[in-house]
């Protein structure tokens, strides 16, 4: 059958578009990446008790996750790799929603020692494991509450830090769909780009130096925490996708449409919050 002039430009233009830049869930993950960010925002906003609530109640569904990617363990193992971030993580998240940031500090501090002991003790216990996760999901959230807490961060740091981790994901995405060439990490993440990462950080560069000027920073300062928030988080990134190819899996979880599980959304903001958190806490 011959082909119309109009069916050969469309086809023209699809052969244009290499195949990685069609996603067949794109809408998906616009409509979940909306609906997490207003919740996101509403919780940051209100602060206090209720961002302590959301972040525990994150930590949970992520400590599972967390669990899922440690492969497969015997039960008891199991438990202590799913109840350590969160055991650890809600007494830190109490403490910093009553003002006791001393006392958050020393839980973070112990638990991973304690923990590890624990998991010592039981059969084909994963200690090393077990600790991990503390400093992986519990000190984050603990983070981003301490951040927000803090009166000379607050909500408006912790929001630019969200903007900041979402535009550099964003960015990243678009741009290793769009102009494809060289994967960043083969062997972890194969659908990762150079192109992605450079377009990443670059738009965060550009919009998180734009946004802080509100914070009062001046540019340049924000352009650069920007860069290193924008470099960590992608670290971030294949950290997780590392831990997704251990057990051959494809995503953490199927939480959220389009996106996966809890993790494989917020795994950037796992590492970037206590970065920020580190780099504020010895500068302000």
């Given at each position: 059958?011959?082909?119309s002039?109009?069916?050969?430009?469309a086809s023209?233009?699809?052969?244009?578009?290499?195949?990685?830049?069609?996603d067949?869930?794109l809408?998906?993950?616009?409509?979940?990446?909306?609906?997490?960010?207003?919740?996101?925002?509403?919780?940051?906003?209100?602060?206090g008790?209720?961002?302590?609530?959301?972040l525990f109640?994150?930590?949970?569904?992520?400590?599972?996750?967390?669990t899922?990617?440690?492969g497969?363990?015997?039960?008891?193992?199991?438990?202590?790799?799913?109840?350590a971030?969160?055991?650890?993580?809600?007494?830190a998240l109490?403490?910093?929603?009553?003002?006791?940031?001393?006392?958050?500090g020393?839980?973070?501090a112990?638990?991973?020692i304690?923990?590890?002991?624990?998991?010592?003790?039981?059969?084909?216990?994963?200690?090393?494991r077990?600790?991990a996760?503390?400093?992986?999901?519990?000190?984050?959230?603990?983070?981003?509450l301490?951040?927000?807490?803090?009166?000379?961060?607050?909500?408006?740091?912790v929001?630019?830090?969200?903007?900041?981790?979402?535009?550099?994901?964003?960015?990243?995405?678009?741009?290793?769909?769009?102009?494809?060439?060289?994967?960043?990490?083969?062997?972890?993440?194969?659908?990762?780009?150079?192109?992605?990462?450079?377009?990443g950080?670059?738009?965060?560069l550009?919009?998180?130096?734009?946004?802080?000027?509100?914070?009062g920073?001046?540019?340049?300062r924000?352009?650069?925490?920007a860069t290193?928030?924008?470099v960590?988080?992608?670290?971030?990134?294949?950290?997780?996708?590392?831990?997704k190819?251990?057990?051959?899996?494809?995503?953490s979880?199927?939480?959220?449409?389009?996106?996966?599980?809890i993790?494989?959304?917020?795994?950037?903001?796992?590492?970037?919050?206590?970065?920020?958190?580190?780099?504020?806490a010895?500068?302000?």
């Amino acid at each position: 059958m011959r082909r119309s002039p109009n069916m050969r430009v469309a086809s023209d233009a699809m052969a244009l578009v290499p195949a990685s830049a069609r996603d067949p869930v794109l809408g998906q993950r616009i409509a979940s990446g909306v609906v997490l960010a207003i919740l996101a925002t509403a919780a940051v906003l209100a602060g206090g008790a209720w961002l302590a609530i959301a972040l525990f109640l994150v930590l949970i569904l992520a400590a599972l996750e967390w669990t899922r990617l440690a492969g497969p363990l015997p039960d008891p193992a199991r438990l202590c790799v799913l109840l350590a971030p969160i055991l650890a993580g809600g007494p830190a998240l109490a403490a910093l929603a009553l003002g006791r940031t001393a006392l958050a500090g020393l839980v973070l501090a112990t638990a991973p020692i304690l923990a590890a002991g624990v998991a010592a003790l039981v059969p084909q216990g994963r200690p090393q494991r077990t600790a991990a996760g503390i400093a992986y999901l519990a000190a984050p959230f603990a983070s981003l509450l301490w951040l927000r807490s803090d009166p000379r961060f607050g909500a408006q740091v912790v929001l630019w830090l969200l903007f900041v981790v979402a535009t550099t994901d964003t960015a990243a995405y678009a741009a290793g769909r769009l102009i494809g060439g060289a994967r960043l990490a083969p062997t972890i993440s194969p659908g990762k780009t150079w192109a992605g990462l450079v377009g990443g950080v670059a738009m965060a560069l550009l919009l998180g130096g734009a946004s802080g000027i509100l914070l009062g920073w001046s540019f340049a300062r924000a352009a650069a925490l920007a860069t290193l928030v924008a470099v960590v988080a992608q670290s971030g990134d294949l950290f997780e996708s590392w831990l997704k190819r251990q057990i051959g899996a494809k995503d953490s979880g199927t939480l959220v449409p389009g996106h996966g599980g809890i993790l494989d959304r917020i795994d950037g903001l796992l590492i970037a919050a206590p970065f920020l958190a580190f780099v504020l806490a010895t500068t302000a």
